[in-house]
């Protein structure tokens, strides 16, 4: 399944596991007996993954999808003489390739030295890159957002933090959702429609993070394969490993780390997690992968880590 979301003002970034935090707050508030057996379902065999939001940008009817660069082992024997140093630093600089390229990639058909080699065969727009120049006229730009922090006791001023988000003017975001048990189905698609309404993002109240959706049923990944069956995937959500994950991990495998540090709203300043970032390669060999971590004391919280696998050749050098 894949879901659209449209923004209609300033739209915070969303990570997979930001995304699944506020579906779960969603279903909290929607069907609170259902919430900690869909938690405890989670630390076994979850119901359904999710994958981070990406970019889509409007061409007349037309809705063209890119997803995250994939991240390769660099061979050196590719980039000689010949290859113009800028068009490697511009190409370092894209996020996101449209999807018609980013599935070439996938089966090995296109590799990044030679989007490289003819860069300027392609359209870059910020960090987009496709094949074609799109016709409708697309932009986002982010901002940085000052606000005040008011103490609710007492209705003073207390101090300003800041809020990141994006305008969108043509495109959008999209994610994709799949169900290992379709009784979450109608509860995942009734927490979106409250999150519609109600908004993603700290700063709600402000009439930031609303968005309209629309949900296409007929998508699928695996109507890219034609039929082949490959030994690595790629993760289009944050990864949290587990023990048999890391095992798993040999000279193939191509990722990129970082961490993130949550705060609650009582102050409490949760541990750190790790994880893979979207982009990264790995090893197939099973159904599920990584696992969700349970972080805080004081408000304890769930963190994200299951990988949106996307299946992939091994050693894509270069």
Same mark, same amino acid.
């Given at each position: ?20 935090? !506020? ?22 065999e979850p119901p359904f993954i999710l994958s981070s939001t990406f970019p889509y940008a409007i061409d007349d009817d037309r809705k063209i999808r890119f997803y995250p660069k994939i991240i390769a082992k660099q061979s050196k024997d590719d980039f000689d003489e010949n290859l113009n140093p800028q068009s490697f630093k511009d190409y370092k600089k894209v996020k996101y390739v449209e999807e018609s390229m980013f599935f ?63 305008? *969108? ?115 197939? *060999? ?20 299951? !990988? ?11």
């Amino acid at each position: 399944m894949l879901i659209y979301l449209k923004p209609l003002s300033i739209f915070p970034e969303l990570h997979s596991d930001t995304l699944f935090g !506020a579906i779960v707050s969603a279903i909290s508030e929607l069907f609170p007996e259902k919430t900690d057996e869909m938690i405890d379902s989670f630390k076994n065999e979850p119901p359904f993954i999710l994958s981070s939001t990406f970019p889509y940008a409007i061409d007349d009817d037309r809705k063209i999808r890119f997803y995250p660069k994939i991240i390769a082992k660099q061979s050196k024997d590719d980039f000689d003489e010949n290859l113009n140093p800028q068009s490697f630093k511009d190409y370092k600089k894209v996020k996101y390739v449209e999807e018609s390229m980013f599935f070439d990639m996938v089966k090995g058909n296109l590799r990044d030295v030679d989007i490289i080699r003819s860069l300027d065969d392609y359209s870059k727009v910020k960090t987009l890159l496709s094949k074609d120049k799109i016709g409708t006229e697309f932009s986002f730009n982010e901002n940085i957002i000052p606000n005040n922090s008011v103490n609710r006791v007492n209705n003073q001023t207390e101090g300003i933090f800041y809020t990141s988000g994006s305008e *969108y003017i043509n495109m959008g975001l999209f994610f994709l959702i799949e169900f290992f048990d379709e009784e979450y189905v109608p509860i995942v698609k009734s927490a979106i429609r409250f999150l519609k309404d109600r908004g993603f993002g700290r700063d709600i109240s402000n009439g930031k993070g609303q968005f309209d959706y629309e949900i296409d049923e007929d998508y699928s990944i695996s109507s890219f394969y034609d039929g082949n069956d490959f030994d690595y995937f790629i993760t289009l959500s944050r990864f949290i490993p587990n023990e048999d994950d890391l095992d798993k991990i040999n000279e193939y495998s191509s990722y990129e780390i970082d961490s993130k540090r949550g705060k609650s709203r009582s102050g409490e300043i949760r541990k750190q997690v790790r994880f893979f970032k979207e982009g990264s390669i790995f090893s197939n *060999y099973g159904k599920y992968y990584g696992r969700i971590v349970e972080s805080g004391k004081d408000s304890p919280a769930i963190e994200y880590g299951f !990988a949106f696998p996307v299946k992939c050749i091994g050693n894509r050098e270069a």
